[in-house]
């Protein structure tokens, strides 16, 4: 019987890190510091990681870990939020205070794309669609490679009391929205059947596959990374909840508003906003097993 790639892909790379599950003492370490208002973090199938820093300083960087040694990629944003990659190295960029969507080429080359109210939250499909939350009236749409923008799903809630935080697709076509009074949605293909996920995750600013079927989310008030189970049950994975800028050990580890999520290598790193920093976590994958995660990792976009 033949297995789908997507599947064989969820199933070997689950595996891997099962597998390659760390023998040494996991630490939080400081990757970058000095970025300003450091908000997003985009991870591409080529080691690359972006990070889009927030209001005044409005700009885009890339890093080549474990060099940290920036690029300059864009600037000129009114607050930059979170990046999407197409197959052709167009990076997209949310704009929250521009209520639009930027394009930027490869050369660097910067345009407006599409037009959404307060986007925050972006993610995209295999086909090359973009997905982008409307942090403020909880709406996610959906804008084809040709800049057509659809309503694609409504998060359940109110806007008086929730905003769209978080947005994820999965490989099976699964779109996962996150909201910040801490529940995690399901979108089934298409836009429907929307269902709760996981609860009890206020605050939550970000999503990032760990490609075994579970996710790690950003608690921005509560100053924690969590790991979300493929059964919705969760647990603090670093952080003591205490604001602060102390690495070491996971558990005693402390971060002051962590947003952006990304994994390249092997490595989880985390935008931790008001310490202007970047932070690394080293998940305990082999060069091996690292190796083949590159190579499997587009098959989950």
Not at 55 to 72: A, D, E, K, M
Request: hydrophobic residues 40%; glycine residues 10%.
């Amino acid at each position: 019987m033949l297995v789908p790639r997507s599947a064989f892909a969820t199933a070997l790379l689950g595996l891997l890190l099962a597998s390659a599950a760390p023998s040494f003492a996991q630490n939080v370490t400081t990757f970058a510091s000095g970025y300003n208002v450091a908000r997003g973090l985009l991870a591409d199938g080529n080691g690359n990681l972006y990070l889009s820093q927030r209001f005044t300083t409005g700009q885009i960087v890339r890093f080549t870990p474990p060099s940290n040694v920036p690029t300059f990629i864009a600037s000129g944003f009114t607050d930059i939020i979170e990046m999407a990659l197409d197959d052709a190295g167009n990076l997209y960029a949310s704009d929250y205070g521009a209520n639009k969507i930027w394009k930027i080429t490869p050369a660097h080359v910067k345009s407006d794309f599409a037009h959404v109210f307060a986007p925050a939250p972006m993610t995209r499909d295999a086909a090359g669609n973009l997905y982008v939350g409307d942090y403020s009236n909880l709406h996610a749409y959906k804008i084809t490679p040709a800049g057509d923008t659809a309503t694609y799903a409504i998060m359940p809630g109110t806007t008086a009391h929730n905003r769209l935080a978080a947005l994820r697709m999965t490989s099976d076509g699964t779109l996962y929205m996150g909201s910040e009074e801490g529940t995690v949605y399901a979108v089934g293909p298409g836009g429907a059947p929307i269902t709760t996920f996981a609860t009890g995750l206020p605050r939550l600013l970000s999503l990032q596959t760990d490609f075994s079927g579970g996710w790690f989310a950003a608690t921005y008030d509560f100053n924690t990374i969590v790991r979300i189970f493929p059964d919705g049950s969760h647990a603090t994975f670093a952080g003591t909840g205490v604001a602060g800028l102390v690495n070491g050990p996971l558990l005693t580890s402390r971060f002051n508003a962590p947003t952006g999520l990304a994994i390249v290598g092997g490595t989880l790193y985390i935008a931790d906003e008001t310490n202007d920093a970047v932070r690394a976590i080293d998940l305990g994958l082999t060069n091996t097993a690292t190796s083949t995660w590159g190579r499997l990792k587009a098959l989950y976009r």
